[in-house]
């Protein structure tokens, strides 16, 4: 925002403030929490600390602001919430979207900071990892909570503890008892602190990095929530129609137990048994290129193939109850030049959901694509240039107000037949 746009929305932003901060005891605290958000959606190459405070006038206070976002005693978690309720409110969520983005990093004493894969640069790369989970729907979202992970090399437990990473430990303020957890298990913990919080949406949505973690299914279907994830080519499965059998005993030895009689095939080799004739097209949302419809955007058009299957595999025979593996979803799009399918979900919702409806959830993943593209063009997500844990949280926490901010805004303002926002 230009300083003359600023000053017409600053009096909401003073009261969206407000009302996010309302556990804040102390009213220094407001103030630098008001006046960091306010210098996040201020016009500038660069959102951390010292050139926000040489753009915020009056309140351009770098030690103040470096203060409240590094050491100040406030919880995010508190603020976590009272942002969740506004914007459970606003965009009436259809389904928590999990996933993470990377901070590139030039050095090495940053929390958490180490030498890791992310996709935010397609590699493996110096970097801290951030999980967020965000609240979505086809027509907004809004991230409303956050993890950072804290890979093994910084873990003292971890046998690939590395001795100078684990020294630096209390200098990043990082918690004592804090050690290495999957990424997909820190998408869990958010799912049931954001519950706790009264926040109940009864989908989730992932991509492959955490679908095809079986544990992180398994986690979701005991939590009661359906969920569609992306998943590899490797995850096997049986056909739904495929039964167990027992074997004829002997009369010698152990008696033998039930089994499905044909080894379980590759997600990839099932689809393609079904051929491209199963595919069929949809259209699940308008895109952001000019095209011929109502609202002026084309379209987003592929095929898909829809299968009953009955996912396998050790760790969920190990928590099935008796010897049936449970039926799901396994969708494919199949676009009709491609010789073969290109993307893979599973889903465990209902029988008769109809196709549209699966690749719609499906497909409904790029809401967090443009959240992150929002918050780190526009708003500093990754210009945090402290080094401490509860520093990060503070500020992932702050981008996130200005982006609900953002978000309300645009939801005020925008005609029912807009595009996407």
């Not at 753009?55 to 919430?81: K, M």
């Not at 009272?82 to 999990?98: E, G, K, N, V």
């Not at 992970?149 to 020294?167: G, M, N, R, T």
């Not at 002997?250 to 997600?267: I, M, Q």
Request: glycine content about 8%; proline content about 7%.
């Amino acid at each position: 925002m230009t300083p003359g746009e600023m000053a017409e929305v600053r009096e909401d932003l003073e009261a969206f403030t407000a009302e996010l901060f309302e556990a804040f005891t102390r009213a220094d605290q407001r103030r630098w929490g008001q006046a960091y958000v306010r210098g996040l959606l201020l016009d500038g190459k660069r959102k951390s600390v010292e050139p926000m405070a040489a753009r915020l006038g009056e309140d351009g206070n770098r030690q103040a602001l470096a203060h409240f976002v590094t050491t100040s005693p406030w919880d995010p978690a508190h603020v976590r919430a009272r942002l969740s309720w506004r914007m459970q409110d606003a965009i009436d969520p259809t389904a928590l979207i999990i996933d993470d983005t990377g901070f590139l990093k030039d050095g090495d004493a940053s929390a958490c900071v180490s030498r890791q894969y992310t996709g935010t640069a397609g590699k493996v790369t110096n970097c801290q990892v951030g999980v967020s989970l965000h609240l979505a729907r086809d027509h907004a979202s809004a991230p409303v909570n956050w993890r950072l992970f804290l890979p093994a090399v910084w873990d003292p437990e971890s046998a690939k503890a590395d001795p100078d990473k684990v020294a630096r430990r209390d200098r990043c303020g990082i918690p004592a008892g804090l050690g290495h957890v999957e990424k997909w298990q820190l998408a869990l913990d958010m799912i049931d602190e954001t519950r706790c919080w009264g926040v109940h949406v009864p989908l989730a949505i992932a991509d492959a990095g955490y679908g095809d973690a079986a544990a992180f299914r398994l986690g979701l279907q005991q939590r009661g929530l359906h969920y569609v994830v992306g998943i590899s080519t490797t995850p096997t499965a049986h056909p739904a129609e495929a039964r167990p059998f027992t074997p004829a005993y002997s009369g010698t030895g152990r008696p033998p137990v039930a089994k499905y009689p044909d080894k379980a095939r590759s997600v990839k080799d099932l689809v393609i048994a079904a051929g491209p004739k199963a595919a069929r097209p949809v259209s699940w949302r308008e895109g952001s290129r000019p095209g011929k419809t109502k609202s002026g955007f084309k379209r987003m058009y592929s095929r898909f193939v829809a299968l009953r299957i009955r996912p396998a595999g050790r760790e969920i025979r190990e928590a099935t109850e008796g010897v049936e593996l449970a039926e799901c979803w396994l969708l494919a799009e199949w676009p009709a030049k491609e010789a073969e399918p290109v993307q893979f979900w599973l889903s465990n919702l209902p029988a008769d959901t109809p196709l549209t409806t699966l690749v719609r959830m499906a497909k409904l993943r790029w809401r967090v694509e443009h959240d992150y593209r929002e918050m780190k063009q526009a708003l500093g997500l990754a210009h945090f240039e402290g080094r401490t844990f509860t520093g990060w949280h503070h500020h992932v926490t702050l981008v996130s107000l200005a982006h609900a901010f953002c978000t309300l805004r645009r939801l005020a303002t925008a005609p029912k037949d807009a595009g996407p926002a």
